[in-house]
């Protein structure tokens, strides 16, 4: 069992967002850090970082139009350059004025259609990195009862993802994100993964749910979510991040990690952890007061850990435990491990990829954060928050 989980532990692929490395804040307030990222090459040069020391996150995702650039091939190169690739087209359709009373569902067709096309050129941007998934978060809703009609609003936004659909190339699909609550109060046009998974199913086996998971009230049960999706094979993509309270995008598994287990257990015993199930695990998070990239890499390892204990799960004692109705019995198999201390496991299995088995203090040592820090001055672009 355990060359299987090494191997599995190996295998693992987590894509980081650009936008963690820029500064980010809340509406109070931006943090300025040093050395932070002053262009979406620099953003990649940051994130190749994490990839350096974690060796499990090649993928970077971007942000149009926060990562915006000329030439796409050569953004990707440069990635390719760096040891990591392209990874998801994150729309942004939440930061235009014309977006007040939405965007795909505004109830002005012209701002519907300024949205829409700028979905289109996201896939199009995909076309040039070569980027399977499209991911579309709509910050779309209401404030007030009787603003607009909810049902009207459902048609446009279903226009919108069936013209996106229609656009998309062989290999590509829409990861269709949703979210309770922020920055709409009353509605959100894609408030759940109910709403989320409906559309999807009505567009087509291209359309699948990304499940963020600081997207819903509090003490939701995200890993039945999980296994639901999993079994409709809708479930196409995480936004992984941590929660006290609302979409407080702190680091994944730093909140809850035995949520996080719980999450990985579903993913694990679905069989759904190697590529080939489609399943992307990304993170979307923001290092408001914390350094990014360190951020980053004690993410990924969160991720690496919760994944671990999940595979040290003995499948069959607990499949024969629960078919005997033994509850004690089947909880205490996922209990012994989760309780599991598996750093040893993993800084052998750093070790067994070349790969310093402490990432945290391997990145500190390097001398990275010194260098950008003393050669990025000034035009620090803005990232999410900002
Ligand atoms: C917004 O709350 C969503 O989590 C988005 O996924 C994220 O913040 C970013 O816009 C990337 O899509
Ligand atoms: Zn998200
Ligand atoms: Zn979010």
Not at 81 to 95: E, M, S, W
Not at 310 to 318: E, H, I, K, N
Request: net charge negative.
């Amino acid at each position: 069992m355990t060359d299987a989980v090494r191997a599995a532990l190996r295998a693992q692929r987590i894509e980081v967002p650009s936008w963690a490395y820029g500064n980010s804040g809340t509406r109070f307030k931006v943090f300025a850090q040093p050395g932070v990222p002053r262009t979406p090459q620099e953003k990649i040069a940051d994130a190749a970082q994490v990839h350096k020391y974690t060796g499990v996150a090649p993928v970077v995702s971007l942000h149009i139009p926060w990562d915006k650039v000329d030439d796409y091939a050569a953004l990707a190169k440069h990635a390719e350059d760096l040891g990591v690739r392209i990874g998801g087209i994150n729309a942004n359709v939440f930061q235009d004025d014309d977006y007040k009373l939405g965007s795909v569902t505004n109830p002005d067709p012209a701002v519907r259609r300024k949205a829409l096309d700028h979905l289109l050129e996201c896939v199009d941007i995909a076309d040039l990195t070569g980027s399977r998934d499209i991911k579309l978060w709509f910050s779309d809703g209401t404030n007030y009862p009787g603003q607009d009609s909810i049902r009207a609003r459902q048609d446009r936004l279903a226009d919108a993802l069936q013209a996106v659909y229609e656009r998309l190339g062989d290999g590509q699909r829409i990861l269709l994100e949703y979210k309770l609550f922020e920055p709409a109060f009353y509605t959100m046009d894609v408030p759940d993964w109910g709403t989320a998974y409906a559309h999807c199913l009505r567009l087509g086996p291209k359309a699948q749910v990304v499940i963020d998971t600081g997207h819903h009230a509090p003490g939701t049960n995200i890993e039945f979510i999980v296994a639901f999706l999993l079994r409709e094979e809708k479930l196409g993509a995480f936004d992984f991040n941590s929660r006290f309270y609302a979409d407080d995008d702190l680091m994944v598994g730093a909140a809850d990690p035995f949520q996080l287990f719980r999450i990985m257990h579903e993913i694990v015993s679905a069989g759904a952890l190697d590529a080939s199930s489609g399943v992307n695990f990304m993170l979307d998070q923001c290092h408001n007061i914390e350094p990014k990239i360190p951020a980053q890499i004690r993410s990924v390892m969160n991720v690496q850990e919760a994944t671990a204990k999940a595979l040290l799960v003995d499948a069959a004692a607990l499949d024969a435990a629960q078919l005997a109705g033994d509850v004690l019995g089947s909880n205490g198999v996922l209990m012994d491990a989760y309780n599991t201390d598996v750093r040893p496991l993993l800084a052998d299995v750093r070790q067994e990829m070349g790969l310093d088995p402490d990432p945290m203090g391997a990145y500190a040592r390097s001398g990275y954060f010194e260098k950008i820090a003393a050669d990025r001055v000034g035009g620090q672009q803005a990232g999410w928050g900002a």
